[in-house]
């Protein structure tokens, strides 16, 4: 099945799909009226892209209860999962270089 660089996440059904069906995955919280989300997203697809791991972008307004199920009480938040498991969560302030970090030593696993 190919990767879609991008998914939006609007419910628990499309966040347990892609969780179950990618080994790893980037969670990318963010909502309409932050304007850092907007200038980071494309950064994030970048170094998401160069792992071949796909970004499921979910916007804490329209899905409140995903939001608060992962603690997640800030925007924007970056998870990267892996086998269901959070090994990185980073908000407000994102280390791309550390998440490429973390995608090279996950994807070196695989």
Known sequence: MPIEPLLTIQDYEQLNQLLQEQKTAILYFSSPNCNVCHALLPKVLKVAQAYKIPVGQINTQEFKEGAGQLLVFTVPTLLIMCEGREVLRESRFID??????ILESLTEEI
């Open 96 to 101: 791309l270089q550390n998440t490429a970090r």
